[in-house]
């Protein structure tokens, strides 16, 4: 990722359109990720990863799982209270072409910019800080195994509660956290719903 500039834009959308918009050629590491999004770094990758599951359209099969992997890595890291992303050297090295990126992210955008219209800074003690921290991190680790489950139709509500989680986070928004909270019960009770359904039908099929 050529000139990447050390203070990026302020909004969330701005930053993923700026990822999005560069030359195809170019190719974007995770460790120029981590310096362009500072300190902010844990909401934006979080979002970043979760973004491509957020949108209400098909994916490429397994792509759930690999981009669930990342989440639970920097999940953990926040529930255990790190200050920035931890990420293997081979990780931080490896790069991906622009495009392949901008195809994942730039689906999204739109969404983002509807919330956005309604982001401000409240509640910041629900938002920010390290106890805050370790609560949103424990609730993107719950909603990332949720997602990372090969189930059919079960990925949109956890993804949504962990992009509510990590906006909140960077915009310090308590009201998104707690937005984020309602969704993981929605999703938790929605892929329950999904895992009864199906063992049914196969208890059906092979019973």
């Given at each position: 990722?050529?000139?990447?500039?050390?203070?990026?834009?302020?909004?969330?959308?701005?930053?993923?359109?700026?990822?999005?918009?560069?030359?195809?050629?170019?190719?974007?590491?995770?460790?120029?990720?981590?310096?362009?999004?500072?300190?902010?770094?844990?909401?934006?990758?979080?979002?970043?990863?979760?973004?491509?599951?957020?949108?209400?359209?098909?994916?490429?099969?397994?792509?759930?799982?690999?981009?669930?992997?990342?989440?639970?890595?920097?999940?953990?890291?926040?529930?255990?209270?790190?200050?920035?992303?931890?990420?293997?050297a081979s990780?931080?090295?490896?790069s991906f072409?622009?495009?392949?990126?901008?195809?994942?992210?730039?689906?999204?955008?739109?969404?983002?910019?509807?919330?956005?219209?309604?982001?401000?800074?409240?509640?910041?003690?629900?938002?920010?800080?390290?106890?805050?921290?370790?609560?949103?991190?424990?609730?993107?680790?719950?909603?990332?195994?949720?997602?990372?489950?090969?189930?059919?139709?079960?990925?949109?509500?956890?993804?949504?509660?962990?992009?509510?989680?990590?906006?909140?986070?960077?915009?310090r928004d308590?009201?998104?956290?707690?937005?984020?909270?309602?969704?993981?019960?929605?999703?938790?009770?929605?892929?329950?719903?999904?895992?009864?359904?199906?063992?049914?039908?196969?208890?059906?099929?092979?019973?």
């Open positions: 990722m050529s000139e990447q500039p050390q203070a990026g834009p302020e909004k969330v959308s701005e930053i993923v359109a700026a990822i999005c918009n560069g030359p195809d050629s170019d190719r974007i590491s995770l460790d120029e990720l981590l310096r362009a999004f500072g300190l902010r770094s844990f909401g934006f990758l979080v979002l970043v990863f979760a973004l491509p599951n957020g949108i209400p359209a098909p994916i490429a099969p397994g792509l759930s799982a690999i981009l669930g992997a990342p989440l639970l890595l920097l999940s953990v890291q926040m529930l255990l209270g790190f200050r920035t992303p931890w990420f293997p990780w931080r090295a490896r072409a622009r495009r392949d990126v901008a195809k994942l992210l730039r689906p999204a955008l739109p969404y983002i910019v509807k919330i956005e219209r309604f982001v401000r800074p409240r509640f910041t003690h629900l938002a920010a800080g390290p106890l805050a921290s370790r609560l949103i991190g424990g609730l993107i680790l719950w909603n990332a195994i949720l997602l990372s489950l090969p189930i059919p139709f079960g990925n949109l509500i956890p993804a949504w509660a962990i992009i509510l989680a990590a906006l909140g986070q960077v915009e308590g009201a998104l956290v707690v937005a984020a909270v309602a969704s993981s019960v929605v999703a938790t009770g929605w892929v329950w719903f999904l895992l009864d359904v199906g063992l049914a039908i196969l208890d059906r099929i092979f019973g």
